[in-house]
């Protein structure tokens, strides 16, 4: 392939976090759509007659906005994708053709899903969704907001560092990874209980089971020290790793007061959602406000440091909040809280909250080890 043709196969583009956010929207899309994943069934019927029922019988305002609403975003995300790699002209059409085949393709699906129910009415209205995202992010594009934004990019975030996307991406994850609710506020992966608990029901019938040490998770709780440090940790990490990729030190300091709000605003609204708004601010006591404070002096005093300094302290204090938060037991209030989750339909989004709670920290360990493994200066 000459280099002139692979020019003009794949056009210089401006860096978006676009395609990264499809990607996730898609699989978070794909995960409400099939959820479940149990009792898949052959009903000898084809896949695809839902399309030829005609329009369902029964429908509600709920499904209505619930179908606009969860699409629209994918058809911006998509849309925008095609604008950054100056395909404009057909990029709301790209957008809209996408979603619409997931939608058609996870319709079809539920057809073998004895707990979902395909139907015409939910394909219309999530094409009308992708619709709307695509002629937004058209519109923006047009007026000219969308190059503010890249302006905005750029003299906040550095083109040099590696791995920008995804970091912005895994930052704007964090706010909703903490709405499901954390034995330890901003306590997020701490799944060593449910792991075991797992290995225990899928060895249960063999003599593997014994090999699996005891742990009295119940007897376990964390010391005040403990959980200090982890709430401390816990605003240090979104910090750090935005930190890593923004340019200037009055920019990191803004951006540290972002972090806080929204580490309040998100706490704040699982513990409103988890106990009643009465209840909004009770995980607020003074050993979680000092190990506030405690990560806001730690922030302070890292602003100076280098991307790949960030990346090393990034490791560090994820593996130690890992390994602290893990050692807790399962408070029984919250217990019984999680249950109420885990049943409840709207607040839980089919459990897609705790799954983020749980690999967020994951997936940034992955990625500096990505950006450590492969360089942190782009070349």
């Known amino acids: 392939m000459s280099k002139k043709f692979a020019e003009d196969l794949l056009p210089e583009h401006e860096p978006t976090s676009a395609w990264a956010l499809s990607i996730i929207y898609i699989l978070l899309?794909?995960?409400a759509s099939l959820y479940p994943f149990q009792d898949w069934r052959n009903q000898d019927l084809n896949p695809w007659d839902f399309f030829l029922a005609g329009w369902p019988h029964y429908w509600s305002g709920f499904d209505v906005?619930?179908?606009?609403?969860g699409y629209a975003p994918l058809g911006f995300f998509l849309t925008l994708g095609f604008v950054r790699t100056n395909q404009k002209r057909v990029a709301w059409l790209y957008g809209v053709l996408i979603a619409s085949f997931l939608s058609f393709a996870l319709e079809s699906m539920q057809s073998y899903l004895p707990a979902r129910v395909p139907s015409l009415a939910d394909l219309m209205f999530n094409i009308i969704g992708a619709m709307f995202g695509s002629a937004?992010?058209?519109?923006?594009e047009r007026v000219g907001l969308l190059e503010r934004w890249s302006l905005f990019r750029q003299r906040w975030f550095s083109s040099s560092v590696r791995g920008v996307n995804v970091s912005l991406v895994l930052i704007a994850l964090w706010p909703f990874c903490l709405l499901f609710p954390c034995e330890v506020p901003l306590g997020l992966g701490q799944i060593h209980?449910?792991?075991?608990?797992?290995?225990q029901e899928l060895l249960e019938e063999t003599p593997f089971k014994e090999w699996l040490p005891s742990f009295d998770f119940q007897s376990q709780p964390l010391a005040p020290s403990v959980v200090l440090v982890c709430v401390a940790l816990g605003l240090l990490t979104p910090f750090l790793l935005g930190a890593a990729v923004i340019k200037k030190t009055w920019q990191r300091l803004a951006f540290l007061g972002l972090v806080f709000l929204l580490a309040l605003l998100s706490t704040w609204?699982?513990?409103?959602?988890?106990?009643?708004?009465?209840?909004?601010?009770?995980w607020l006591n003074p050993l979680v406000g000092a190990g506030l404070l405690l990560g806001i002096f730690l922030s302070i005093i890292s602003?100076?440091?280098d991307s790949s300094s960030f990346d090393v302290f990034l490791i560090i204090i994820i593996t130690l909040q890992?390994?602290?938060?893990?050692q807790s037991g399962a408070d029984v209030y919250l217990e019984q809280t999680l249950k109420t989750w885990e049943q409840g339909r709207f607040i839980r989004f089919n459990g897609l909250a705790q799954w983020l709670g749980w690999a967020w920290p994951?997936?940034?360990l992955s990625l500096i080890f990505y950006k450590l493994i492969r360089g942190v200066k782009v070349k």
């Open 136 to 140: 937004l992010s058209f519109l923006l």
């Open 303 to 305: 602003l100076r440091l």
């Open 362 to 364: 994951f997936a940034v």
């Open 269 to 282: 609204l699982s513990t409103a959602l988890s106990f009643g708004p009465a209840h909004a601010w009770a």
């Open 29 to 31: 899309i794909v995960y």
């Open 65 to 69: 906005v619930a179908n606009i609403l």
């Open 193 to 199: 209980a449910k792991i075991y608990f797992a290995l």
């Open 322 to 326: 890992l390994f602290l938060i893990n």
